[in-house]
Every structure is written in structure tokens, then in C-alpha cells.
């Protein structure tokens, strides 16, 4: 098995800033891609940025410039600044891994940490 545990959610007011961790533990191979993804009240989840194992960052138009993802072996990083109040969501972590022995393609998401951020 494969788990995601994410942390660094909270309240935080419109202009602040954020870290959101993601560490992925269990039965790893590879990680072929690790990203972020956030589902505002009433919206569709979408995608904000992922991060290849080649270290290639790809971000939503809604958060360039203002969102940065980086990865450390098995943990994926969210910076956030200048948050505004349309960032507060669900924030859910994902990954894409190869597990260890099957070689199985495995998709997996995190629980999900709630980002609120007020005015």
C-alpha cells in the first residue's frame, strides 16, 4: 500500500502565505509525479500545480506567480503566497507511483487539508 499524508492547512488572511507538506510512504518504486489539487464549495477539483520526477513544475493560470511546488524525494511542497480569498478550498495531494514489486501504475490522493483564507 501507498499513503499520502498532507499537512499545513489553516485560516490565514488574503495577501498571507501558506506551506502545504504532502509525504508519500508504503510500497514505492517511483514516483513518476506528485501535484496538488483544491475543490472550492460547490466547484469541480482542479488541478493547481504538479511536479514531474525530472523536477518540471506545471502550474494552473490562476496561481502562476504566485504558487511555488518543489519535491524532496517522497514529499511534495505547496508554497503559497498572496493568497486570495478564491484559493479557499479542499487542497488534495496526488501522486502517480510505480509500487514496489507488482510494478503496478498506482494513482493515489490525500485525504485533503482545508485552506481558509479570509478577508
Known amino acids: 500500500q501507498v499513503q499520502l499524508v498532507e499537512s499545513g492547512g489553516g485560516l490565514v488572511q488574503a495577501g498571507g502565505s501558506l506551506r502545504l507538506s504532502c509525504a508519500a510512504s508504503g510500497r514505492i518504486f517511483a514516483i513518476n509525479v506528485m501535484g496538488w489539487y483544491r475543490q472550492a464549495p460547490g466547484k469541480q477539483r482542479e488541478l493547481v500545480a504538479v511536479?514531474?520526477?525530472?523536477?518540471s513544475a506545471h502550474y494552473a493560470e490562476s496561481v502562476r506567480g504566485r504558487f511555488t511546488i518543489s519535491r524532496d524525494k517522497n514529499t511534495v511542497y505547496l508554497q503559497m503566497n498572496s493568497l486570495k480569498l478564491e484559493d479557499t478550498a479542499v487542497y488534495y495531494c496526488?501522486?502517480?507511483?510505480?509500487?514496489?514489486?507488482?510494478?503496478?501504475?498506482?494513482?493515489?490522493w490525500g485525504q485533503g487539508t482545508l485552506v481558509t483564507v479570509s478577508s
Open positions: 511536479i514531474t520526477s525530472g523536477g
Open positions: 496526488n501522486t502517480r507511483v510505480l509500487e514496489t514489486g507488482t510494478l503496478r501504475d498506482l494513482e493515489i
